[in-house]
């Protein structure tokens, strides 16, 4: 019974601070895929001093409003307000920089994944390591700031993500679940842990630059189903002012956004991987063998379990689709036609769906900030089109959701040119709601399957409630196999193929979305 699982704390909870989003998710810990409750907090990143960031006090806020939501929820669906819980796991975006001094104070605004400013220290750090290091990485935000001999430098004690950043306040325990670590340094798959060699030559390349070695300055680094402390009574105030919490709650390591992902779609194994769609976009392929070279567009990370990954990341997903969207939802209320937004997705997305193959040479740009695989510092979202080509509603529609998985596909062309094969690629996150439209041009867009689960909207907040729940189940099993037998045994995913004509409009479409690169580069500098 729910209920009792309540009572008893037989649950776990999963909280993800997402990019639009807080999530707070709360399963049956001995049968995850049950969702018992649920909250949420809307909030938005700023572009203050040229710097994409989040304040502080909004993550407190935020998730104090979120956990407050899936209490009542709770109550209102089960008759029980939760008083305590088997386990708490929490996700956040990747990547990213959060750097803390002496006295545990924040030394410079939050710096995001979004921000493109790391470019040297990012090209110095891949000729030094050999590998691909990407301008969101934490360690290239790390060495913009030494190369940049930033003030708050000597004061460095401690640099974590979000993810860590909010696991340390609830917790006290400075550590980090190894998948959200392979996005701040380097992993050695064979230790689990930071690359030794890199980390060596990382603190002989800057010297006496920072306070102290790089070890003691990055979280420890722990995989799935270890322990990773337990609620404080001061995290417990955090979550739930109104003291109705009770600490002592174990935790299981934080993770990052794309972790949660994988494991929230079932996609850990080799020959498997997921794409993630909201504000950015990405896809996790996991590798059965090293990348044979070194490519911009790919940078290797690990699941939560620490295997290699190779990573499509894009920092412009959906959010210029969302507010097209918006416009229309305005345009049907003042009409006098209200819907909500999702009967506005289902229509305009049903309108794609009907449209010619390639966007009737329509093309859309989605590009609100820099995106590095597609050689762009800055963004400018756009609608593209000759004279010749046919505006309709459906093309526009079609050109706005290719445009969702343009520059994906150009990091996915790369992927396939390694031989990286792939049987099938999952994929989660509000676009994929309205079913089989977003989902079907994405097989067309990344040529394989694309298969979606009932839980995907639910995305990484019920993620992270799993690896939670698999606190209890890890020396038992490991994190694939409990996947498969305990989380998604009945699991039905609707599957998509690449359907034949879809996959040759968005071919031609792509070529054309490709030459029109150099219209978004001429709007940066012009605009």
Same mark, same amino acid.
């Given at each position: 019974?729910?209920?009792?699982?309540?009572?008893?704390?037989r649950?776990?909870?999963?909280?993800?601070?997402?990019?639009?989003?807080?999530?707070?998710?709360l399963?049956?810990?001995?049968?995850?895929?049950?969702?018992?409750?649920?909250?949420?907090?809307?909030?938005?990143?700023?572009?203050?001093? %040229?710097?994409?960031?989040?304040a502080?006090?909004d993550?407190?806020?935020? /998730?104090?409003?979120?956990?407050?939501?899936?209490l009542?929820?709770?109550?209102?669906?089960?008759?029980?307000?939760?008083?305590?819980?088997?386990?708490?796991?929490?996700?956040?975006?990747?990547?990213?920089?959060?750097?803390?001094?002496? %006295?545990?104070d924040?030394?410079?605004?939050?710096?995001?994944?979004?921000?493109?400013?790391?470019?040297?220290? !990012?090209?110095e750090?891949?000729?030094?390591f050999?590998?691909?290091?990407?301008?969101?990485?934490?360690?290239?935000?790390?060495?913009q !700031?030494?190369?940049?001999?930033?003030?708050h +430098? $000597?004061g460095?004690?401690?640099?974590?993500t979000?993810?860590?950043?909010?696991?340390?306040?609830?917790?006290?325990?400075?550590?980090?679940?190894?998948?959200?670590?392979?996005?701040?340094?380097?992993?050695?798959?064979?230790?689990?842990?930071?690359?030794a060699?890199?980390?060596?030559?990382?603190?002989?390349?800057?010297?006496?630059?920072?306070p102290?070695d790089?070890?003691s300055?990055?979280?420890?680094?722990? $995989?799935?189903?270890?322990?990773?402390?337990?609620?404080?009574?001061?995290?417990?105030?955090?979550?739930? $002012?109104?003291?109705?919490?009770?600490?002592?709650?174990?935790f299981?390591? $934080?993770?990052?956004?794309?972790?949660?992902?994988?494991?929230?779609?079932?996609?850990?194994?080799?020959?498997?991987?997921?794409?993630?769609?909201?504000?950015?976009?990405?896809a996790?392929?996991?590798?059965?063998?090293p990348?044979?070279? +070194?490519?911009?567009?790919?940078?290797?990370?690990?699941t939560?379990?620490?295997?290699?990954?190779?990573?499509?990341?894009?920092?412009?997903?959906?959010?210029?689709?969302?507010?097209?969207?918006?416009?229309?939802?305005?345009?049907?209320?003042?009409?006098?036609?209200?819907?909500?937004?999702?009967?506005?997705?289902?229509?305009?997305?049903?309108?794609?769906?009907?449209?010619?193959a390639?966007?009737?040479?329509?093309?859309a740009?989605n590009?609100?900030?820099?995106?590095?695989?597609?050689?762009l510092?800055?963004?400018?979202?756009?609608?593209?089109r000759?004279?010749?080509?046919?505006?309709?509603?459906?093309?526009?529609?079609r050109?706005?959701?290719?445009? /969702?998985?343009?520059t994906?596909?150009?990091?996915?062309?790369v992927?396939r040119?390694?031989?990286?094969?792939?049987?099938?690629m999952?994929a989660?996150g509000?676009?994929?709601?309205?079913?089989?439209?977003?989902?079907?041009?994405?097989? !067309?867009?990344?040529?394989?399957?694309?298969?979606?689960?009932?839980?995907?909207?639910?995305?990484?907040?019920?993620?992270?409630?799993?690896?939670?729940?698999?606190?209890?189940?890890a !020396?038992?099993?490991?994190l694939?196999a409990?996947?498969?037998?305990?989380?998604?045994?009945d699991?039905?995913?609707?599957?998509a193929?690449?359907?034949?004509? %879809?996959?040759?409009?968005?071919?031609?479409?792509?070529?054309r979305y490709?030459?029109?690169?150099?219209?978004?580069?001429?709007?940066v500098?012009?605009?």
């Open positions: 019974m729910s209920a009792d699982a309540i009572r008893a704390g649950t776990a909870l999963g909280i993800e601070f997402g990019s639009t989003r807080i999530k707070a998710c399963v049956d810990a001995a049968d995850p895929g049950t969702v018992l409750a649920v909250g949420s907090h809307e909030w938005e990143n700023r572009f203050e001093d %040229d710097t994409w960031t989040y502080l006090e993550v407190w806020s935020g /998730v104090q409003d979120a956990v407050a939501g899936l009542s929820d709770a109550e209102r669906r089960h008759g029980e307000r939760p008083a305590t819980f088997g386990a708490i796991g929490v996700s956040a975006m990747m990547h990213g920089y959060l750097a803390f001094g002496a %006295d545990d924040l030394l410079v605004p939050f710096r995001t994944w979004r921000n493109t400013s790391t470019g040297p220290a !990012a090209a750090l891949t000729d030094l050999g590998v691909n290091i990407p301008l969101r990485w934490s360690i290239a935000h790390l060495h !700031a030494v190369l940049g001999a930033e003030a +430098v $000597p460095i004690r401690f640099v974590t979000l993810a860590g950043y909010v696991h340390w306040r609830l917790t006290g325990r400075r550590v980090l679940g190894v998948g959200d670590a392979s996005g701040m340094f380097p992993i050695d798959p064979a230790t689990g842990g930071y690359d060699a890199m980390v060596a030559a990382y603190d002989a390349h800057v010297g006496e630059a920072l102290g790089l070890l300055l990055l979280p420890e680094v722990l $995989p799935a189903g270890a322990p990773a402390g337990a609620l404080t009574a001061e995290g417990a105030t955090l979550l739930d $002012p109104t003291g109705g919490l009770a600490p002592g709650i174990p299981c390591p $934080p993770e990052g956004d794309a972790g949660t992902g994988m494991v929230a779609t079932n996609a850990v194994s080799p020959r498997t991987g997921n794409v993630s769609a909201g504000t950015s976009i990405f996790m392929v996991v590798l059965e063998r990348l044979a070279r +070194v490519h911009h567009e790919l940078d290797v990370v690990t939560p379990a620490g295997d290699p990954v190779a990573m499509v990341h894009c920092n412009n997903g959906a959010s210029e689709l969302a507010a097209w969207v918006g416009v229309f939802g305005r345009f049907a209320a003042a009409a006098g036609t209200p819907l909500d937004a999702d009967a506005v997705y289902e229509v305009l997305f049903s309108e794609a769906l009907d449209a010619e390639d966007a009737g040479g329509i093309l740009y590009h609100l900030a820099g995106e590095p695989i597609a050689g510092d800055a963004g400018r979202p756009l609608v593209v000759t004279p010749d080509s046919r505006l309709t509603l459906g093309n526009v529609f050109a706005q959701l290719y445009g /969702v998985f343009g994906l596909s150009l990091g996915m062309r992927l040119g390694e031989g990286v094969v792939i049987e099938t999952y989660h509000g676009m994929f709601r309205t079913a089989g439209v977003a989902q079907r041009f994405l097989a !067309a867009a990344i040529e394989a399957p694309v298969a979606v689960a009932a839980t995907a909207s639910e995305g990484g907040a019920w993620g992270i409630a799993v690896l939670a729940a698999y606190l209890d189940a !020396a038992e099993l490991p694939d409990y996947l498969a037998q305990r989380v998604f045994a699991e039905e995913f609707a599957t193929t690449p359907d034949a004509a %879809d996959a040759a409009g968005y071919a031609s479409y792509l070529t490709e030459a029109g690169l150099a219209i978004e580069r001429a709007a500098a012009a605009l």
